[in-house]
């Protein structure tokens, strides 16, 4: 079945930089939008940063200048550069993708979250 796979989370100084990945896998036709989430105890879950398939980007005003989405469209996989971390990105982060499967079927698929910390 189609699934998405992140990686890269973990516990990073302030001012730090890490960078997420997210790779798509299956039987997938297609892929529209690719997006990274974020989320933390206690609130609802947070969109980050946007990119669809032809490349155009948007970032959620508290991360601009600071995180970079991209995607690699031959791998399926979508990336987050967060530079200049603040203690307040700490959460845990999901990437979503609209996916069209081999069976012509189109549903939203959710990565399992990668936990980021920043903290000194």
């Known amino acids: 079945q189609v699934q998405l796979v992140e990686s890269g989370g973990g516990l990073v100084q302030p001012g730090g930089s890490l960078r997420l990945s997210c790779a798509a896998s299956?039987?997938?036709?297609?892929?529209?939008?690719m997006d990274w989430y974020r989320q933390t105890p206690g609130k609802e879950r947070e969109l980050v940063a946007v990119?669809?398939?032809?490349?155009?980007?948007n970032y959620a005003d508290s991360v601009k200048g600071r995180f970079t989405i991209s995607r690699d469209n031959a791998k399926n996989t979508v990336y987050l550069q967060m530079n200049s971390l603040k203690p307040d990105d700490t959460a845990v982060y999901y990437c979503?993708?609209?996916?069209?499967?081999?069976?012509?079927?189109?549903?939203?698929?959710w990565g399992q979250g990668t936990q980021v910390t920043v903290s000194s």
């Open positions: 979503n993708a609209q996916i069209t499967a081999l069976s012509g079927f189109l549903r939203a698929y």
């Open positions: 299956g039987p997938i036709f297609s892929i529209n939008d």
């Open positions: 990119i669809t398939n032809g490349g155009r980007t």
